[in-house]
């Protein structure tokens, strides 16, 4: 970049595909974007769709991963895992389609998250350059329509989102307590705490700092208003939804990654790749 | 007051017709910014150089320029925190039409603002003609009032800058500008509508850049383009807040 | 030359420049039906009033209902050494409030009580906290309020014009001339009445809080048209300005630190405004450390830290400490606001919070973080008490037609003006100038100015470009400033002075040979050369003013004349051009005040 991209006479300038004046590694943070979205989205539809695995009933630990929670139907032919809402998998299952339990309900979480208000800015950047970085050129320059038109205006279902995603806090909150009872000799539940149950109890705390801070629920909380000052409850949750809100991207970033380790350490303990261990 | 030491700007010089990076060297001191060096060369080897400057001290906006292509204030870019090992370029805002060297036509903005709904509060509260207002209530849109328009957060977006949506998309000031009166708490007008249909906020995929340009440290959209799309999101598009409204007349 | 064209505009009232004073005038004018044309030196809302950080006085009795109009008429009068025009003083006091009312009417969003009114802080000169604010940056919130409610009054904004004469007929002022600076083509303005609004002058001192813009146009349209202008020896020094790094020296340090808390203390640690307290003061001030700093906190028993002192004061005690040799590194004090975590749990917060314009400026600029360090400050050039000479009431110049209002008129800070009352001023008196404008415009009719003058200007705005081996005008502009910081700055002396007169004569020949090398689009070289006639009209002004004043006086001091003399207590220096051309300053008596506001002065003490 020694010599600076120029277009001058004005408003021609940004035009063409990554030209900028910048000099400084402006590069660096969207690439990081398109590598750890990258290969989430590319681990998680492959979890997804394997359909085994997702639960870990090994020396009696109870640990579900959370791609398969909250878990509708157990996958065929894999053991009962004792999590599935309604039982055996439905024999009218298209076979076409793959059964897997994951695919009936990843789409809220993942919608949550696509339609996210951080995620959305880093991947408009970082998987469709628009723009690319900031004072950097783009690869559209004619039919840029925003978020004013068909599809994307649908990011405005956001707020339906989260309150599925508040559902699902919920649901991972029970399973990690579900993973502090393990099944002993006889069949007798007994607590204890796993390596596994540790990473399932960090899970909904780190999603819960990510979803809590979401800025549709600031909208709902307090946002809508112009004062809120004279309602203390109010004014107290727009401000604890503020404060997280201001770490929205580390959160999200924290919570995702943590999600998908989730479902790895599941997945490692009931393929025995790795053994559980118990501290407690 | 610590040594001179050379450095070579590389300042764009010409008009709408046309022209060229120039370069020229100035001596730096300790503590200097960029618009001093400008300045330094206009008072040595170019009298003529076209800068639009005022206070000098980031608080009114004026020196907006791109410096290594960044979008900042010459006034606050200091020269020990720029490489000065390689030439310093210094171009005009991208986003605007260019009157001449450093200096663009920024009128459109006086436009836009001038179709915003103006300001409409209540009736007054006291005898007086006064209001009363919490500090904790006026916050928030004290934060968008520190703007000082300097159009730096225009100047970068690419809505604006790539996409030149500018009869159509009114930029991240005015979205500022806006949430400033529609969050203000005497205020009484509505402006979604124009939130929507003039001043189309759906045209902002919120890159966030910018909030990263603002040299008065608002965070734009955060704080007042998000709330003002959930605002528009209320308003227009879910539809459940629609059907509450049927049954809660008079809201509006 | 010959050829040269220009575009016309008619205006019931012209407006000449768009800070706090011309915007309010603006929108009073067209308020009351007239049509306006507001012209201004750079982009709307750029102007210095942006810059104004402590706040704006009015009495408005929010955080001690022991203030009133009358009090803050008697500090005003005090702070000016009784040399105000009081029926402005007057005025002023009883208005402000109103007039900051109607800004949270227009938007505006000051900083509040816990009972939700508008929060007053406290403030050099000031009884009892009057100072309406936002942060430290009240001047930006004024006029951003203006700017926002004046844009859709149906006023017509030139942006980037500046204006070279005034045209008359008669005697009287039917209009102006002007070009505009992106393009360097000129336009005449016809108008009924003509509202000066262009600030200061302090462009020709060479450290100096204030910005380009401040090269005394308004005092040298008006001067040469004709009009007295008053007070032109009072300069004020605003006693905190940044010292370090060079390149930011001058910038403004807001009196705020110090109603914040901030002390000053020169090299050995010492607060040294303690050892110098004026007998004018001293039953207001308090005596030891402890008290000052219950004052600032709120202790309405309290009396006030000598810190609050009047600028012109605080500033003297400033050079005095630099001189004695016990100064800062850099040629400064220091100001520490940092100290009160000795007091205060939370400080770096709670001064980030009351001072954020200062905390960034400091911590971008200087690399200084203020909340862990002191700062360094010395004196800067900030504002003149004097200007255009007006009638009290309509703000009308000693010329028909022709009004000023803000730092261009000159009468109601007298020998030194309290912080935070410039920003009052403008609200009040911008709005009286545009009332009356409008009125005097509507009540005569249309005047004629002739072709000639027209030539004339437009002549004299091109000159710069024929003279190709003239002078480069920085260079005049640099020597200038030199010499006013020098020989007519915070201290004085005949000697200094009669040399600054000889000098200006030189300068003056010089500006006559500045050159423009270039075109005419946004050429500063041009632009300096033109602004080079009104900074040597206001420095004569300021330099003969001050010759003629052999006693010292609020913000003009003279170590040849240190005391006060009462035998100059009771009169203005009234600067106007003769009829030979030359400058001339006479002594004009204040006229008597009326028995009840005498009395309010007595009864407050």
Redesign the interface.
């Known amino acids: 970049m020694?010599q600076?991209d120029?277009?001058?006479?004005?408003?021609r300038?940004?035009?063409g595909f990554l030209k900028?004046?910048?000099?400084?590694t402006w590069y660096i943070q969207p690439l990081l974007v398109l590598l750890g979205l990258g290969a989430f989205i590319v681990y998680s539809t492959w979890a997804a769709f394997v359909g085994v695995d997702y639960h870990c009933g090994v020396n009696g630990a109870n640990y579900l991963s959370p791609f398969y929670s909250p878990l509708l139907f157990d996958a065929p032919g894999v053991e009962p895992s004792g999590h599935a809402w309604f039982g055996a998998w439905p024999s009218w299952w298209p076979a076409f389609i793959p059964a897997s339990p994951a695919l009936l309900i990843l789409w809220a979480p993942g919608g949550f998250r696509f339609t996210c208000?951080y995620y959305?800015?880093a991947y408009?950047?970082s998987f469709w350059g628009?723009?690319p970085g900031?004072?950097v050129?783009?690869p559209?320059?004619k039919r840029?329509?925003?978020?004013?038109?068909l599809p994307?205006?649908l990011q405005?279902?956001h707020?339906y989102f989260l309150y599925l995603a508040i559902g699902f806090l919920f649901i991972l909150a029970y399973d990690a307590f579900s993973a502090m009872w393990f099944v002993g000799e006889g069949g007798a539940k007994s607590f204890g705490i796993g390596i596994g149950t540790l990473v399932l109890v960090v899970n909904p705390i780190l999603l819960g700092g990510y979803t809590l801070g979401c800025?549709?629920l600031?909208?709902l909380v307090g946002?809508?208003k112009?004062?809120?000052?004279?309602n203390g409850a109010q004014?107290k949750a727009y401000d604890c939804v503020s404060c997280l809100?201001?770490g929205?991207m580390r959160w999200a970033w924290a919570s995702l990654f943590w999600v998908g380790f989730t479902d790895l350490y599941v997945r490692l303990c009931a393929s025995g790749v790795i053994n559980d261990v118990r501290i407690f | 007051?610590g040594e001179s030491r050379d450095v070579t700007f590389?300042v764009?010089r010409?008009?709408?017709?046309?022209?060229a990076?120039k370069d020229y060297t100035t001596g730096i001191?300790?503590?200097?910014?960029v618009l001093?060096a400008v300045h330094q060369i206009?008072?040595e080897s170019a009298?003529?150089?076209?800068?639009?400057?005022?206070?000098?001290?980031?608080?009114?906006?004026?020196c907006s320029a791109?410096i290594?292509?960044?979008?900042r204030l010459m006034c606050?870019t200091?020269m020990d925190e720029i490489?000065t090992s390689?030439p310093v370029?210094i171009?005009?805002m991208?986003?605007?039409?260019?009157?001449?060297?450093l200096?663009?036509?920024?009128?459109w903005n006086?436009e836009v603002?001038?179709r915003i709904k103006?300001?409409r509060?209540r009736k007054?509260d006291n005898a007086?003609?006064?209001?009363?207002?919490?500090?904790?209530?006026?916050e928030r849109?004290?934060e968008f009032?520190?703007?000082?328009?300097c159009f730096l957060c225009q100047?970068?977006c690419?809505?604006l800058?790539?996409?030149?949506?500018h009869p159509e998309f009114s930029g991240p000031r005015h979205f500022i500008?806006t949430a400033q009166?529609?969050?203000?708490?005497?205020?009484t007008e509505d402006r979604l509508g124009q939130l929507k249909d003039e001043q189309?906020i759906?045209?902002?995929?919120?890159?966030?850049?910018c909030t990263?340009?603002c040299p008065e440290h608002i965070t734009i959209?955060?704080n007042a383009i998000?709330?003002l799309?959930?605002?528009v999101?209320?308003e227009f598009?879910?539809p459940m807040t629609r059907l509450f409204r049927i049954f809660k007349p008079g809201k509006k | 030359m010959a050829g040269e064209s220009y575009k016309t505009h008619e205006h019931d009232v012209l407006v000449i420049g768009a800070g706090g004073a011309g915007l309010r005038a603006a929108i009073e004018a067209s308020a009351s039906g007239a049509r306006v044309g507001l012209v201004c030196k750079?982009?709307?809302?750029?102007?210095?009033t942006?810059?104004a950080e402590g706040g704006v006085a009015a009495a408005l009795g929010n955080v001690d209902d022991r203030d009133n109009w009358r009090v803050h008429f008697s500090d005003t009068m005090r702070g000016g050494q009784y040399l105000n025009n009081w029926r402005m003083a007057e005025l002023h006091a009883q208005q402000a409030p109103?007039r900051v009312?109607?800004l949270?009417?227009?938007?505006a969003?000051m900083?509040?009580t816990?009972?939700?009114?508008?929060?007053q802080r406290n403030f050099g000169g000031h009884k009892y906290p009057r100072l309406a604010h936002?942060?430290d940056?009240t001047g930006?919130?004024m006029i951003?309020t203006l700017q926002?409610?004046g844009?859709?009054q149906g006023i017509e904004?030139f942006?980037e014009f500046t204006i070279t004469a005034l045209l008359k007929d008669g005697g009287r002022v039917v209009g102006a001339i002007g070009y505009d600076r992106?393009r360097g083509r000129f336009h005449v303005w016809k108008a009924g009445a003509v509202v000066l609004a262009t600030g200061g002058i302090g462009r020709a001192f060479k450290i100096t809080s204030n910005?380009?813009?401040y090269t005394g146009d308004g005092h040298a349209l008006a001067y040469h048209a004709g009009a007295e202008l008053v007070d032109m020896e009072f300069v004020q020094f605003h006693p905190t300005g940044m010292v370090?790094?060079?390149?930011?020296r001058g910038?403004?340090v807001t009196e705020g630190v110090r109603g914040e808390g901030g002390v000053l203390r020169n090299k050995d640690g010492k607060r040294f405004m303690f050892d110098d307290i004026p007998d004018l003061y001293k039953q207001q001030t308090a005596d030891n450390e402890e008290e000052g700093w219950r004052y600032v906190t709120g202790d309405k028993n309290a009396l006030r830290p000598p810190e609050l002192l009047t600028r012109d004061h605080v500033a003297r005690c400033i050079v005095r400490e630099i001189k004695a040799g016990r100064g800062s590194p850099h040629g400064g004090v220091f100001l520490d606001i940092a100290w009160i975590k000795e007091k205060l749990p939370n400080a770096g917060e709670h001064i980030k919070k009351k001072l954020p314009?200062m905390y960034?400026?400091f911590k971008?600029?200087?690399g200084v973080d203020i909340t862990q360090e002191p700062m360094e400050v010395g004196p800067t050039t900030h504002y003149v008490m004097g200007g255009v000479k007006v009638d009290g009431d309509s703000q009308m110049s000693s010329v028909p037609g022709l009004f000023a209002a803000g730092e261009v008129a000159g009468g109601l800070h007298g020998a030194n003006r309290l912080g935070g009352n410039s920003l009052s001023d403008l609200l009040v008196f911008g709005k009286l100038a545009g009332e009356h404008a409008a009125k005097y415009a509507k009540d005569n009719s249309p005047g004629h100015a002739d072709a000639g003058q027209i030539e004339d200007a437009m002549h004299e705005a091109l000159a710069p470009f024929e003279r190709a081996d003239g002078e480069?005008?920085?260079d005049i502009q640099h020597d200038l400033q030199d010499m006013m910081q020098d020989q007519s700055g915070i201290v004085r002396n005949e000697n200094d002075m009669a040399k600054a007169v000889d000098g200006l004569a030189g300068l003056r020949e010089r500006a006559s040979r500045a050159r423009?090398?270039?075109?005419r689009?946004?050429?500063?070289?041009?632009h300096?050369a033109l602004d080079l006639k009104n900074l040597l009209t206001c420095a004569e002004a300021v330099v003969r003013s001050a010759l003629d004043r052999r006693e010292s006086r609020g913000a003009h001091f003279r170590e040849d004349y240190p005391g006060k003399d009462e035998a100059h207590g009771y009169h203005n220096s009234v600067t106007s051009r003769g009829p030979d051309g030359h400058m001339s300053v006479v002594r004009r008596d204040i006229p008597q005040i009326r028995d009840e506001l005498k009395q309010i002065i007595e009864e407050m003490g």
């Open positions: 020694a600076p120029v277009h001058l006479p004005q408003r300038a940004g035009v900028t004046a910048r000099g400084d208000y959305r800015g408009y950047k628009a723009p900031c004072a050129g783009g559209h320059t840029y329509r925003g978020e004013r038109r994307l205006i405005n279902a707020r800025h549709s600031r909208h946002g809508k112009d004062c809120i000052s004279d004014k809100n201001r929205h | 007051m590389r764009w010409g008009d709408a017709s046309g022209g990076l001191t300790t503590g200097m910014v001093d206009q008072a009298p003529d150089l076209a800068c639009r400057w005022n206070c000098k001290a980031g608080k009114c906006g004026s791109e290594n292509g960044k979008p606050m200091r490489d390689v370029t171009l005009p991208q986003t605007f039409p260019l009157i001449r060297d200096v663009t036509d920024v009128s006086y603002k001038k103006k300001f509060p007054p007086d003609g006064s209001w009363n207002m919490a500090q904790a209530d006026v849109v004290q009032r520190k703007c000082i328009e100047d970068v690419h809505v800058r790539e996409h030149e949506r500008y009166l529609e969050m203000h708490p005497l205020d189309n759906g045209y902002c995929n919120i890159t966030k850049c990263k340009v959209t955060d998000i709330p799309k959930e605002r999101v209320d598009y879910d | 750079s982009l709307l809302g750029k102007a210095h942006v810059m109103d009312r109607e949270e009417a227009w938007g969003v900083d509040r816990p009972k939700g009114k508008i929060l936002v942060g940056r930006l919130e951003r926002d409610h844009i859709h904004v942006m992106e910005s380009w813009e370090w790094p060079p390149s930011v910038i403004l314009s960034h400026q971008e600029l200087a480069n005008p920085y423009a090398d270039g075109h689009e946004y050429n500063p070289g041009w300096t």
